[in-house]
């Protein structure tokens, strides 16, 4: 065996002793279901990010097999080789639109190259004198992102707003100041100030952008995420389409200026193939559903509400969450991964979460509550993931 296959099977047997060993599991999607009736046949789903249970919405379905009988399976190349069809740009118009009035769009191939792009790319501008902070529980896409930038960064204490102004105040000589955080927190499943950071960022002359991957289509009385649910306008918004919207890819939205700079200097933008049309069409079909039929979003708050009630009433820890994401901390990884199996067992289907995605021994159950779930079927699985919580 070669020198570099030792260390690789080095690491990946410390992994498995750490109980941090992964592997992608096997699915089929006809049998991991939302709704569950007959208890003895199927599965429920409380690992998705389809919160609103659009994905296999027949009129979104049909709107994306439209798209690949006009447009194909592809864009074939980068948006700058291959060009817009008509219908990426009623996407990125209506994204626009949706996220409360931005002048422009642009549209990555997943959340994780716009956030570490955008990041990337801003820090570009005048490297020496750029100065990043961000949330200390930001996505790893974030914190990829200002590592990557080769500048100088530091991270507050997870939604300190006095913390994070006084490390702007130390810093405030910077030419470029970037403030980074997340609509809703992708682990812990609270929602940060967005006004009071966007004040202090004001104050400092910071450009503040926002995560809402699992803001978007779930807060605000619309869907219409941070922006929604605060009546602010962040400097840049950047969300996905796989999640709430039913698609695949990623999006920004900002002012003309900042997406024109993207396009021309972005290279996750420049050197990536283009989001199919079919996506788009996708995507674009649910957020016409979701301004159809906001009455979905209060579905997903009414049944968020109901489950977090249930498990803190059973004496189980969701930490701060108040939204449709629910963690139930747990602590030891083993004892997570073994929760997680014996749910699995019972047709119930959630992630343990583990180091590096959460800090060690802080490893939990990641409930990801939806609005297609019955209130029945929901109960059921609440009750045992309760019972499985404490058996073990």
Known sequence: MSLLSELISSRIEKNKRLGLYRKIPEISFDKYVYNKLNYSTGTVNL??????GLSK???IKKAAKKAVEIYGTSSSSSFLIYGHSDIHRELE???CLFKGGYEDCILYPSGYQANTGIIRSLS???PLNTFIVFDELSHASIIDGVLSSGVKFKSFKHNNLEHLDSILGRHKDYEIKLVVTEGVFSMDGDIPDIPGILSIARRYDALSIVDDA???GTAGE?????ADLHKVKPDIIIGTLGKALASNGAFAVSSRLIIEYLINFGREFIFSTGIPPSSAAAALSAIEFIRENPEIVKTLRNNSEFARKYLKESGLNTLDSSTHIIPI???DEDKAVLIEKELLKADIYLKAVRYPAVPKKSAR???GINASIDGRTLKHALKEIAVQAKLI
Do not use: F, M, P, V
């Not at 690992?47 to 609103?52: E, G, H, M, R, S």
């Not at 619309?222 to 941070?226: H, I, T």
């Open 214 to 216: 699992h803001a978007t």
């Open 93 to 95: 118009k209506e994204l």
């Open 329 to 331: 901390l747990i602590g």
């Open 124 to 126: 570009n501008i005048s």
């Open 365 to 367: 159950l990641r409930l």
């Open 47 to 52: 690992a998705t990010n389809d919160y609103l």
């Open 222 to 226: 619309k869907g219409g995420g941070s």
């Open 57 to 59: 919405n027949e009129k």
